[in-house]
């Protein structure tokens, strides 16, 4: 039968009462915080902890485009940088960019440009910088959350925030938001990002083998815990232009 | 390929298309869900331990596997080592360049090494020598030779082929050494993954993109499907979006259509 | 960092700020001896052997510590490995670029490197394993988050409190082969170097320059004392000069400064 | 005396009877042939196989100079790499362009240049790409035979094909077109390309040992093959622009 | 008591008397010959012999500044460029410029443009290359100090000549002009360049530990040195421009 | 070296230089097959192992030998290693660029090497310490000085006599492995290979061109002979061609003329 014999089984990740490693349940994410606006010299900017995730991203422009002949006539150049610091990660990474930042610099770029309204920003250029302090499973999708926010707070003209969660397969069955364990020992990733007001999908990768069943589910699962984020960082939002504690907001507090 | 666009014409040329497939047609007649031919042909570099020329239309990509021992990754001290690299040449088409790997280039390598590696199709722990030592490394390189859309697919299929016809050395380990014999065996595939790629123009999703609709094209997927029908990667691409049901209707057509692609690879690799 | 300037804003804010000082006054209510409040978070980065975040008015900049084993250099075979690099990220300031290193962000990182070095903070004596096979290599990287002004003075804490607060494992020697005990032990940190950076703006000294004299000054000199009293590493930097008896009251309020500096550096770390 | 102690002498690469390990003679070309055309994207194109060489060569413009700085005011730049698969050679290759390629790049297009009447396209690039797929001895005048013709298929203005043979020394013995185990075996290996029409020289490069005459000898002898050449190469531009059957013409077919 | 501990004291770099391995006294430097406009394309250049270090200074312009974007509208761009042979240290050293060359490039230029009058040279760029043949203790000072007089020789309008001298630590004493082994097994080096006429200094840099009274004595011998080597600077200037015998000064001959 | 040409003025440069070349007469007063004034100093560099510094005309080329051990190549377990290297340095010339090599650095340095390492001037099998592990490495860096025509004699002679000049540590093999001893000997030269590099102007073609002849010259060919009188490596180069008849006719000379240089850089490295 199809589907049957996926999976490793080799690492418990998940026990006999659907407990994972770290206490959660199967589709429970981790705690998250936010903040908006750190950033004195950005343009724009958010922080982002999620479970071990702590990511910075910052948004300097509108700005003039250099190299000239980058120029687009009708509609903002957005540049994007998703970057690992060496300390990030267990074995120092090397600062240069690998070609695993390389592509997922470009899939967060066109994860985030649907979600500007670059025919606002003709003949410009919008840089969005994405630091990855400390790594966990899921920086991209924590990565594109926080950059949605940092060109919010940049004062961007935007469709919709745009907002993700990595949903995957752990001992053969789905689970929500992975984390590095999960990511490494569990057979499947599935990092998604949607623009949830217009219920739109803008980035989506797969890892792993999954059945047509489970492809669905963790495809929704991924969509309805990016939803649940999202409150997250409306929160977020919301302190940082209307006031009230500057305290960060965690996953539990949120009404699904 | 990021063309430069000439915008004028490109929008005039994309209305037009989009008020084509909303009669269901597409420019060069296919039905939606339907692929070009394709023709593989194997074994087109003997100098490889495994190679492969594929026609997906008139896009064109030569793919050669060449077999070495390597040390294994620290990680991963009793698995052999599978490495896929993609250069678009820069004469495959008059917006590639020479130099070092393009974004461009560097997503189609990882995409399509991510098919490969998650299917599962090289049993990765056959290629074991000496644990933590030697392992058998298996670099597949592709050259993009002519660019005429959906190079995800074409150089995908390459791979695949290449791979299923590779031979290497066997090896016997004597005193915690690797020794290669003149004996040469199969390279242990065990799968046949399919990727399957879609483009989405304006509101209609089709298969297999040619140059012409990926200029129009608002948004790009790929599936990759195994033999057991299960989704073994995936990949959105361009700066636009994908709604739910199309992904899940794109998954099914990646399963159906695969089947048949996937029959195709094993027949020219028998 | 190089500043694209406006020369005539720039000529006119240089006058006004000379004008002030001349009055004994910065732009920003310090004295001249003065540095702005200095914040020192550790243990920022867990998943680091050591790590800081360190605010220097709204400069900011994070380092963290990484420890494995390596190889030592020819020339000192018994001596473990003390690394230190810096990033002045994008996203710390507008003209922060993306890339390779730049001559700034190189000067930063040797300079730094340099007063943890030649003070003997770090006994690298004692991180030898196995001589000339095996010691202990610490790379400490650096990302400058936020520039405003005095990124060496801000870069060299953050390193400092960053090895204060390392840990590494603990290694036995077996059959000239280290092996690491799941005992966490204090790097052997020996010194505590402080770093204070001047800025010439006209003829006036300041110490801890802000973005707004810094993009006024003539000339920038750093000069890091350690616990004794002594000087250990000085670099003078912009192209223009300083007068010797400058050099002489800089290294004086550097001995001075340095050692309030350093209480606090050491009460952050405890 | 002078040229006596030359040759290596230890792989007996040539018999008594004056044949060679795969058979041919003394003088005997490997069996080529050439297809003109194949490429779509191209402006113009040709493949070759020479032996176990397998090349693409193909031909982009006259197009924009991009640098402008770089633009030619009285005539075309051409352009022009020589690259090798990473899969062409025994040892996997590095596909970051080697020294080695960097020079053949240069004397492949030195030995173009003279034959294309570059004064027709001021202001112009003229790129002459050429891939080797499968790398036996004398790639690089192969790949100059077929890039010429790939000019020719473009439609480029030029006085004369350019036409490439190599030859050498193998047991002290002047030969033909040596194959790779000829050329890392044998004592000496002279690459040479002609204008065969305008009786020029446009390429020439010598390694190893040669005495005056044996210079003499195989200078001529690479000169009056590639003529030999030549006629391949017309007949597989007859093939492309006049019909006929596009089967490849083998050199055997053809009259000296 | 401050600076007590100071020093490392395991080779003995100078004895009872006060000589150092080469049989120098403690403030004394190594021999120095200069001379000025051997190069014949350079616009200027000066050969300096200090010890064992063997460097070629020359400088072009003013000349075009490309690319443009880098162009100051109010005066001359000085480029400089360090670089060190493959072959001008024990150990082979990669051609490819070093992170310490390319710091060393930068505190040279900063340290020879106060004494480039930039202003007379608006929207050009002067370039400085140094490049050392052979290394001993203290090129960078060397480099400089013949980097100044290229500079004067290219006719380009001075403030004042730049001139360097390192002077430093070793056994726990001040001495000047540190050698190879003296700055390698010594306890700290400090490099200073002086504009001997206006007083000022230009470039600094400090390694090892110094007391304060050892850092005011070691900067200050630096700064006497310099005048020193200055005089030597001037006579080069002087055989140069206004004749006399080419022979290369030595330092002996030089009055304090 | 590629030079920005001003169109205009070279091409009544070059038209005056073939009339006078028509009358067999060269801008500088030599004849058609002499080289300019060709100067040899030896151990320029003491820190270098061996080392010569070659003026030809106003062209000056170092080259300095370093010799250490090394791993040989996988195909030659048993030769040592030689490579040679060229940097044009910016300061040699108003038209030479600080960075990575240019393409002329590479062919120069590829077509130096090629002389040296097929006229079989050092015995590579003497340099083998143990076969498979360990052989002696020569490694030769050529610094263009200044720039005057024919960089490719002037630096193939630096490199030669730079070559017969060096000395290595003798090495003694105990239990497979080589250790060095204090005795110093000579490289094992066995050819004194001479290059020759000759310049069609027009229809003439001269030996050792200068910088101005290299400015109007259509082709440049080098013919590189050992002292049997033997060619050994050759390359035509700039972007023209040559008659076959001159190809013979400047072997011809190469040998003739070769022999005279021969014996002067003997003398010189004696």
């Known amino acids: 039968m199809e589907g049957q014999e996926v999976g490793e089984g080799k690492t418990k990740l998940i026990d006999e009462s659907g407990k994972r490693l770290d206490g959660r349940k199967w589709d429970e994410l981790r705690p998250i915080s936010i903040q908006v606006g750190l950033m004195k010299n950005a343009d724009g900017s958010a922080y982002i902890e999620w479970g071990k995730n702590k990511i910075m991203a910052a948004v300097y422009g509108p700005k003039e485009v250099h190299p000239k002949h980058q120029v687009l006539p009708d509609r903002a150049l957005l540049?994007?940088?998703?970057?690992?610091?060496?300390?990030?990660?267990?074995?120092?990474?090397?600062?240069?960019?690998?070609?695993?930042?390389?592509?997922?610099?470009?899939?967060?770029?066109?994860?985030?440009?649907?979600?500007?309204?670059?025919?606002?920003?003709?003949?410009?250029?919008?840089?969005?910088?994405?630091?990855?302090?400390?790594?966990?499973?899921?920086?991209?999708?924590?990565?594109?959350?926080?950059?949605?926010?940092?060109?919010?707070?940049?004062?961007?003209?935007?469709?919709?925030?745009?907002?993700?969660?990595?949903?995957?397969?752990?001992?053969?069955?789905?689970?929500?938001?992975?984390?590095?364990?999960?990511?490494?020992?569990?057979?499947?990733?599935?990092?998604?990002?949607?623009?949830?007001?217009?219920?739109?999908?803008?980035?989506?990768?797969?890892?792993?083998?999954?059945?047509?069943?489970?492809?669905?589910?963790?495809?929704?699962?991924?969509?309805?815990?990016g939803k649940q984020v999202n409150a997250l960082q409306r929160a977020a939002l919301n302190t940082r232009f209307f006031g009230g504690e500057a305290k960060t907001t965690q996953v539990e507090e949120v009404a699904e | 390929m990021s063309m430069k666009k000439n915008y004028v014409v490109e929008t005039i040329r994309k209305a037009q298309m989009v008020q084509l497939l909303a009669s269901g047609k597409r420019v060069d007649g296919r039905s939606l869900d339907q692929h070009r031919e394709l023709k593989i042909e194997t074994g087109v570099i003997p100098k490889a331990n495994g190679s492969a020329r594929v026609f997906l239309g008139n896009t064109q990509v030569i793919a050669g596997v060449k077999i070495a021992t390597g040390t294994p990754f620290p990680d991963t001290p009793d698995k052999g080592i599978l490495m896929v690299n993609a250069e678009i040449l820069p004469l495959s088409s008059p917006y590639a360049e020479a130099g070092p790997p393009s974004e461009d280039a560097i997503e189609l390598a990882r995409v399509v090494d991510r098919g490969i590696r998650e299917s599962k199709m090289v049993d990765l722990g056959k290629l074991n020598l000496v644990s933590g030592k030697s392992v058998i490394a298996i670099f597949v390189d592709c050259n993009v030779m002519n660019v005429d859309g959906n190079l995800f697919d074409a150089t995908s299929y390459a791979v695949v082929a290449a791979l299923r016809t590779a031979k290497m050395k066997k090896y016997v380990i004597k005193d915690e050494k690797a020794e290669a014999t003149n004996e040469l065996i199969q390279v242990p595939v065990e799968k046949t993954p399919v990727s399957l790629t879609f483009a989405r123009i304006g509101d209609k999703v089709v298969v297999d993109p040619g140059a012409e609709e990926e200029a129009s094209m608002d948004m790009r997927i790929t599936i990759t499907t195994e033999d057991g029908g299960n989704v073994c990667a995936s990949q959105k691409g361009e700066a636009s979006t994908i709604t739910p049901a199309q992904v899940l209707q794109a998954a099914d057509t990646s399963i159906r259509v695969g089947k048949a692609i996937r029959a195709k690879i094993i027949e020219a690799t028998k």
């Open chain 1, 79 to 225: 540049r994007c940088r998703y970057h690992m610091a060496p300390f990030s990660v267990d074995e120092r990474k090397n600062p240069a960019p690998s070609r695993r930042e390389i592509e997922i610099s470009k899939v967060i770029r066109e994860a985030l440009v649907p979600a500007v309204i670059v025919e606002d920003y003709p003949r410009t250029a919008i840089e969005v910088w994405v630091e990855v302090l400390q790594s966990d499973g899921g920086s991209r999708v924590a990565g594109i959350t926080a950059a949605s926010l940092a060109l919010a707070d940049a004062g961007i003209n935007m469709r919709d925030l745009v907002v993700g969660c990595s949903c995957g397969i752990i001992n053969n069955q789905v689970v929500a938001d992975l984390d590095d364990t999960e990511d490494k020992e569990g057979s499947g990733d599935m990092p998604v990002a949607i623009m949830p007001n217009l219920g739109l999908v803008s980035l989506l990768q797969v890892d792993g083998i999954y059945s047509r069943e489970q492809f669905q589910k963790a495809f929704e699962l991924a969509i309805a815990k």
